[in-house]
């Protein structure tokens, strides 16, 4: 057993807890404005860093399905990678605007708990990122047109989540806006 292991395994026995930041955290990656999802190394040096006095809006499309059910969406934690990259470049929260959309095989990201655990057998490990998007502002839909494919209702979907007539309508309708699209 490695040490890591063994000391994991006696702060659980001692009564400690890991959350998802402390588990996945190496020497030099920071989470400014998310704990725990969208990990970021800084570079101060680095060239093509935002500014401060702009304002930035994007849009997330997001549609492949997580690796595992029990793992985070890769597209939701992105969003948060985005969010904590503009933090560290001095970029305050009220100049991001921030859009996503989940469609495709992400759909079920966006289920409440029990849903999800009907589905795959555990709880949905997006429901914390989710929450915590949903608080530094991120607008954030599901296409209803996928949730009638994959045979969900509204009703299971987070409560955060919006549900729009189609990924194929927020789309559009966000980037005649001028919101840059981010692919997943």
Not at 50 to 61: G, W
Not at 76 to 101: M, Q
Not at 162 to 167: E, G, K
Request: aromatic share 8%; proline share 8%.
């Amino acid at each position: 057993m490695s040490k890591r292991t063994t000391f994991v395994l006696a702060g659980l026995l001692m009564g400690g807890s890991i959350d998802h930041a402390s588990a996945e955290t190496k020497p030099g990656w920071e989470y400014p404005a998310i704990r725990g999802y969208g990990k970021v190394r800084p570079y101060p040096d680095a060239a093509a860093r935002p500014s401060p006095d702009r304002t930035y809006k994007v849009l997330f499309d997001i549609t492949q399905g997580a690796d595992t059910p029990e793992k985070p969406n890769s597209g939701l934690d992105h969003a948060a990678r985005l969010i904590n990259t503009f933090a560290l470049a001095g970029v305050p929260a009220e100049r991001l605007k921030l859009v996503l959309v989940v469609h495709g095989s992400a759909t079920p990201a966006i289920l409440k708990d029990e849903r999800y655990r009907n589905r795959f057998g555990n709880g949905n490990p997006n429901t914390e990122l989710i929450q915590a998007l949903k608080k530094a502002g991120v607008t954030l839909y599901v296409c209803g047109q996928a949730l009638a494919e994959k045979e969900f209702e509204p009703r299971e979907v987070n409560p955060d989540i919006t549900v729009a007539l189609s990924a194929l309508t927020v789309l559009p309708l966000y980037q005649m806006d001028g919101y840059a699209l981010i692919p997943d």
